[in-house]
């Protein structure tokens, strides 16, 4: 089990070492509530000050802002100008390894024979790997992953259990994708024919650039022709449907059962809230976000915030809504400007 | 094929058995239209009076409240208080074995060695138990299910087919989870460090409590540090999605597609309708509610029911809402006061 | 790879060859920008018009109405009434085939003696079939696939890896199923019996008539009795709930991330856009339509259009979101109105 001194925590965060407890050992991090001797905890904000009392923990990261008790503390604190940052960095060292199939491969697997596989690959138990694939250095595929043929993955790429990549899809490099999530299913694409939808062929692919990370049963649909792309840094959350031709910019951030229709095209660094929709064609510029549950119906300028069904500029959004809980007393108002004119009418005549 | 006489029904349901019919045998529940001779039915309100006129049925459970015609009916009927609670007890018995794997591990199984089995557990084909694991007793793991390392899984627990448990998740007794899902994903965490969105380790886990059944596509994200936990005896249905460091209570009931964000705390009996979402950090009190749809984005008290985008207590949603429809009616109203007041204004000058 | 001249592309589309061009082969289509010289692309809006002057694509549908430069094109341009019918026809001819299992039994897949397997099937790596299934002639298999006991399969469906088919489930002929979708999940269906959710037994299943295709991660729940259906012709999209006792008419579209709460009910043609939700009990005349991210909550005619959260009629909702839009204006005509009328009443008396 990874292990921490106080000493060497102090180092990490570039904060003083509690006096005479340098050697004290922390071997994880827990929440005030839940933490033990053994687990370092924090506290952002001073909502938090009765469960720090009552702290087990045997040491507690303390963002500076929070009003501490004059009379002293009860167990050591570290305080830090940014709480979510120095706990990211502790995390990195108290993360335990992930467990791993070893190099090589699971004698239960199947590689096609034309297929090619980087030094240092893992592939799991009851991996399938289609024909005519390139497989990486270092790749992960664990057990029950499902790889098409003629798909390229990339070095250092992860695919946890049961993930489908359907045929000639494109990995780059440091990709991960998550649980059950399917890469390269047919976009949705039918044309009335008078008698039934028949299927418009949908021949393009999937790209996903470097360093991309995908959630659990995420769909990401292949292209009509073309190709869907995911831009290199960008991380998806569950539960995703990305559709055929949609073009993601880098470093994007999509949060779980979000829904890009076909061919909406992100910027860079794009924001989608969980659970917000974009209707097929939307443009989204460059560093633009959608607030959660949001529906998009029109383009959104570079760096603009949405909200709402349907979709508004957000200050926009926050008007109306405020307009709208008074609506009930504007209609009482109105229908007292109603009666007081009809009066003022019968006086006047 | 399980079988009930009409006298067996009848004591289930403690009414009278049909005169003479005692021995009628039924071996199956089938609704109005589609029942054949060998079938109960059942007619809950007057809107199926014409479907219960023309049944097949051998015989129908009937709704109290329901106004039978006055010159008798051409089926026997058990008139009952709660229909629904009659239909359930009779689908009880009527309801066919699931398939499971038979006790014992299929050949075609990886179970780790270092992992313990408990008697009566069925293992199936192609499942993959990693290192360190606790199989309870009579556990059930249908094929493709992956479990990961150093998992806990309670007695008498069923996985159905590709369902993904990360390592170090836990399970309680009685867990049931549909096919496909993923426990144990890591959470969605990133930071923006200048140049790209730094991956913030995901060390935490997930608890799944006793008599916790969970539906297909859901995926319950293992906490940033601590624990993501579904607490007893609640109930999730597909394709939801559960983030890092979610707390719900005992006795939840969780619709389709619904989504809580990070840190989501449930209390007790609290129920979440179909594609609602609530916002990271909301804290839901012991018998709320949110109707289906809503988007929560503010602490819910206890007992309190919530709806609308943005979530609004129910009965001021309806009063908005019903307001919303006369808007257009109000503002040609505004537009007569203005010109009125105008002619007024002027008449009076 | 595929290949078509030019003349062969001209007949295929009714249109003129472009002359001495005939027998220029084209192996693929795409983007204009993205088209290289041995790529067939289209113009289908005057939107795009720039990006046509700069194409390298060997070839170009043009759609009528585009307004091309009058002093010539540098490219081959075929022109038609409907880009997208061309496209789709000519995509049918670049298509390139599905990979698939080769006709017979991967020896890693089980097959229970008592299933009947039609001619040509085509049974992938570790697929898993129960007892008493059968199989129809040319049905695909991919890897991964779960097919429980008594499941009927018709002849020409095609299953890509991972999918569940629960116990009793049947499918019609031709039906497609994408990756990791599940069909027969108990429904959610529960009654608090005073300590706990008991579980209302569902003992219906899934019937899946011919034609319809289903996306990935899709889940299509058993009835509590009788049957959840799916109508012929009907095509679903990625990561839809389809609930239990759910019934869908003949040719209907459903849009990724859809909603359908028990007891649904849609006629023929009904569309249903992306990210909608329907209550429960709910009936959808022929042809009635949802737009994106509608929540209903009523019945709703033959070919009504609905839409907004709650749907009203498609019009009336247009109208009171524009409506809301002019409300913050309204508050303050107002509050003018009331002013004035204050200030007549105090000249007036």
């Not at 609506?327 to 003022?344: C, T, W």
Request: aromatic letters at 4%.
């Amino acid at each position: 089990m990874p292990s921490l001194t106080l000493a060497e925590i102090a180092a990490l965060l570039h904060v003083p070492t509690p006096p005479g407890l340098g050697d004290r050992a922390m071997t994880g991090m827990a929440t005030l509530a839940e933490a033990g001797p053994g687990d370092l905890s924090f506290l952002g904000s001073d909502a938090y000050l009765k469960q720090f009392a009552a702290t087990k923990a045997g040491a507690v990261i303390v963002q500076k802002r929070v009003k501490l008790p004059r009379d002293g503390v009860h167990t050591p604190v570290f305080v830090v100008d940014d709480a979510d940052l120095a706990v990211a960095k502790i995390l990195e060292h108290f993360a335990p390894p992930v467990p791993r199939p070893p190099v090589g491969r699971h004698p239960s697997a199947f590689v096609a024979p034309s297929t090619s596989v980087g030094d240092g690959a893992r592939i799991g138990f009851n991996v399938f790997v289609g024909d005519d694939c390139r497989i990486g250095s270092n790749v992960v595929l664990h057990p029950g992953v499902h790889v098409g043929a003629n798909v390229d993955i990339g070095d250092d790429c992860e695919l946890f259990p049961n993930v489908v990549l359907r045929e000639r899809v494109r990995l780059g490099k440091r990709v991960v994708i998550h649980a059950s999530s399917v890469v390269g299913t047919d976009g949705f694409g039918y044309r009335w024919d008078g008698t039934r939808h028949a299927k418009v062929p949908q021949i393009g692919t999937v790209v996903i650039e470097d360093d991309v990370e995908v959630g659990s049963c995420v769909c990401i649909d292949r292209a009509k022709f073309g190709t869907t792309r995911v831009g290199r840094g960008t991380k998806i959350d569950n539960l995703v449907q990305v559709a055929h031709n949609v073009v993601i910019g880098p470093h994007c951030i999509i949060v779980g059962q979000a829904g890009l229709a076909g061919s909406v095209t992100l910027g860079a660094g794009v924001v989608l809230g969980g659970q917000s929709a974009l209707r097929d064609h939307i443009t989204m510029g460059d560093g633009s976000m959608v607030a959660g549950c949001a529906g998009v119906a029109e383009d959104v300028d570079p760096k603009m915030i949405v909200s709402g069904l349907p979709a508004l500029p957000h200050r926009q959004s926050l008007r109306e809504q405020a307009a709208l809980r008074r609506l009930p007393d504007l209609m009482a108002q109105v229908r007292k400007l109603q009666e007081e004119l009809e009066q003022l009418k019968r006086s006047h005549t």
